[in-house]
């Protein structure tokens, strides 16, 4: 009785809220994997984080959990940016978030920015002022460049995919060019308002 109750509650723990314990458990999830178990509650504690995981071992939600938990509801705006290489990335990511916003009950108020999408289109979008946005780097930079996104509400950001050592050492990084600009700007308004942003950098490897 003790291990099924064990299974059963397996993220409580980790001090999740019970609305991201019921949309967990609606999604079938009941017990952390290993990098959701390290990274949650570090997260929770605002604490800088690399974390370094294969694919498919359950990074997104190690990281989208803790956002959802510090989110402040009271105030519109952008407080989250999960910057991918790639626009599918961006994708599923965006889809993962809309789910847990749906199960949680959790007004995040997620946007999906990317490049292929009409700017036009997202500049509306970003009327709403979402909590969370998800995207290219590129297209983050060129919105946040045209006063469209609240980067001094930011404050936690994403690199998935990314490499502290090196923020465009994936090729797609490299491609696009604009990860450094984008966190060069965030620290930069760091430091002329004295705000205290998280950087989060996740990078997801099949390296042992």
């Not at 978030?97 to 959790?106: D, V």
């Not at 930079?141 to 509400?153: G, P, S, T, V, Y």
């Not at 995919?161 to 450094?180: F, I, K, L, T, Y």
Request: proline share 4%; glycine share 8%; charged share 25%.
């Amino acid at each position: 009785m003790e291990k099924k109750n064990e299974i059963k509650n397996g993220f409580v723990p980790l001090g999740l809220s019970p609305a991201l314990l019921s949309a967990l458990e609606k999604q079938d999830i009941t017990q952390p994997t290993e990098i959701q178990h390290k990274l949650v509650p570090e997260l929770l504690a605002g604490k800088d984080v690399i974390g370094r995981s294969e694919t498919g071992s359950g990074k997104t939600l190690a990281y989208l959990l803790p956002i959802f938990e510090r989110l402040d509801l009271s105030v519109r705006g952008t407080q989250a940016i999960i910057l991918t290489p790639t626009h599918e990335l961006a994708a599923q990511v965006f889809r993962q978030a809309e789910l847990l916003q749906e199960n949680s009950g959790i007004d995040a108020g997620c946007a999906l920015l990317i490049g292929a999408a009409g700017i036009a289109r997202q500049m509306e979008r970003l009327k709403s002022k979402p909590r969370i946005v998800i995207g290219s780097t590129g297209r983050i930079l060129d919105l946040i460049r045209r006063r469209k996104i609240q980067a001094h509400l930011v404050k936690i950001i994403v690199l998935d995919e990314g490499d502290v050592g090196n923020v465009a050492v994936h090729p797609d990084w490299r491609r696009q060019g604009a990860a450094s600009a984008l966190l060069d700007a965030f620290r930069r308004i760091g430091e002329e308002r004295g705000l205290d942003h998280i950087m989060l950098m996740v990078r997801v490897s099949n390296a042992p």
